[in-house]
Structure formats: structure tokens, C-alpha cells
């Protein structure tokens, strides 16, 4: 399966369409649409890395830890490097 989407380059500090190829569930490769005439895709989904927060406490925030999961997952967070006091 073959995706066209933005594509938030982290380390260039771009944004640019891409074409994702995907086969079995993991992602094949990533390739740059690169036409002068394509920019970013107004509407078009968007990927990116997801953030690995390196030092949590995740009892300072007064969840259960699948409730705390639940949240951080929305705003971005893959893993988490939990720290108990």
C-alpha cells in the first residue's frame, strides 16, 4: 500500500509531501515528492515521529498508569521511560 501524505521532517525542520509505502504492517520506506510545483497538501493527513518522553513520574500525575497511557498517546507520546519516587 502506497500512502501520499505531509510528512513533518523533525531534523530538516520542513514540511513536505511524501509517498509511504507500507507493506505488512511496517513501513517499507519513505520517499520525497520532490516537484516544484507540490507543497505541503492543505487537508491531507499529516506523519511524524512520536515522542519518547525520557523522565516520567507517572504517579505525580494521579492516574492510573493505563489512564495516564490513554492521554499521553493522544497528544503524541509512543513510550515513556517511568521513573518511581
Known amino acids: 500500500m502506497q500512502l501520499t501524505l505531509n510528512l513533518v521532517d523533525l531534523h530538516r525542520r520542513e514540511i513536505y509531501p511524501a509517498t ?9 520506506s519513505i520517499v520525497r515528492c520532490d516537484s516544484p510545483d507540490l507543497s505541503p ?11 519518547v518522553d525520557a523522565h516520567i513520574h507517572v504517579e505525580s500525575s494521579m492516574l492510573l498508569p493505563s489512564e495516564f497511557a490513554r492521554i499521553a498517546v493522544q497528544h503524541g507520546t509512543v513510550a515513556t521511560i517511568s521513573d518511581p519516587h
Open 20 to 28: 509511504v509505502t507500507i507493506g505488512n504492517g511496517v513501513i517499507k
Open 41 to 51: 497538501t492543505e487537508g491531507s493527513p499529516y506523519i511524524m515521529p512520536g515522542f
